[in-house]
């Protein structure tokens, strides 16, 4: 029998379900810099992911400028207001308490695309499910996310956007589809409790039971 | 200033990123069984997952049956079989010889769709990218990958499948779409490099550059 793969200590597994529960949806960014050199070390993470057929599709823009910036920023304002317009009573009222983005604080703002005309990996894995590019990308995200936090660095997902609208702001190639708009920085505090929870939108549930077939 | 957030140590970072360089997706597994114990634990931590709105929108089937089984490894056989006929040449011949899933051997395997239609989190960042409730599943399925493969267990995601058969198949209400086909058990081999590589089929990139707006 070949030997069996390496386990990870326990010590590291109990570590690692802490980085799980403090991994959070961040809003709230205190406005120091991220030192270029670590941001660097975290998007080599990407590297590290998962991607059908080894497609690699994840394409990065740092967006940076003055312009580009307002620009998401208005993409998501008018989002989110005609999201509010959605909700009536006390759903409305909270919605309109919560802070749903750092996109006026985040020193690194992200928008993560899948080239989804990537000739690599020659197709292998996404004839039959082609979103799995998309879904590389987002496994790729998963694992900065966790990258960054262990850093002590936040991120927030940002998905209150029209990603059309984005992607022609920051005029990416045609083939390039949006899968995230992410803001990274130094969190303002730290929390296990998700601000969508404790603002009393919604509560997360135990584990989710298996349907056995 | 609010105190910032704790930063895990350097040690734990270092296996972290050894845990992401040892991530595999497996397709080759020992039989022997999972304990339940150890399934339910890994499986726990769906509930520490990011997802949009707080929407929890992960469904899981455990496929267990003879004939759920038989069901699924004809669905991929088919699709597999289909894909290979669009290759030719060397492409073609390295695909034929490649290994694509653990569906004969693996001893727990898990459907993992995305129910569309929660009214969980009341549609909260989902109004302009619905994608990002399948998204927030991905997101789950990666921590889950990496939480079985800290166990020493190896995971291995197909997606040469006919989601919309499967679903019928496992007989899964109609608002739930399928995301993935996990089968999990003891890899029978501990790798660095992925399967695709050493096979000669695609070579990963080194980290992703940024491109700067």
């Known amino acids: 029998m070949q030997p069996p793969a390496t386990a990870f200590s326990g010590a590291f597994r109990q570590e690692l379900e802490r980085l799980l529960r403090l991994r959070r949806d961040v809003r709230r960014f205190r406005t120091d810099p991220v030192p270029a050199e670590l941001l660097e070390r975290c998007l ?25 910036r307002a620009g998401a920023l208005a ?13 009536s009573g006390e759903k409305a009222a909270i919605y309109a308490r919560l802070k749903l983005s750092g996109m006026r604080e985040a020193p690194v703002q992200l928008a ?18 082609p979103e799995t590019r998309r879904y590389s990308v987002v496994a790729a995200i998963t694992q900065f996310w966790l990258v960054t936090r262990a850093e002590g660095l936040g991120l927030g997902w940002v998905s209150i956007l029209d ?19 992410l803001c990274l920085g130094w969190p303002e ?14 509560r997360r549930d135990p584990a989710p039971e298996l349907v056995v077939r």
């Open 75 to 87: 993409n998501f304002e008018a989002a989110n207001a005609k999201a509010l317009a959605g909700y």
């Open 163 to 181: 990603p059309e609208r984005l992607s022609a702001d920051l005029e990416v190639p045609a083939s390039w589809r949006l899968v995230a708009y």
């Open 112 to 129: 993560v695309f899948c080239d989804e005309a990537t000739p690599k990996g020659a197709g292998l894995g996404a004839a039959t499910m």
């Open 189 to 202: 505090e730290e929390l296990e409790t998700p601000e969508l929870e404790r603002a009393g939108w919604e």
């Open 44 to 68: 080599a993470s990407f590297s590290l992911a998962p991607s059908v057929g080894l497609s690699e599709p994840w394409r990065i823009v740092r967006v940076e400028s003055p312009a580009a």
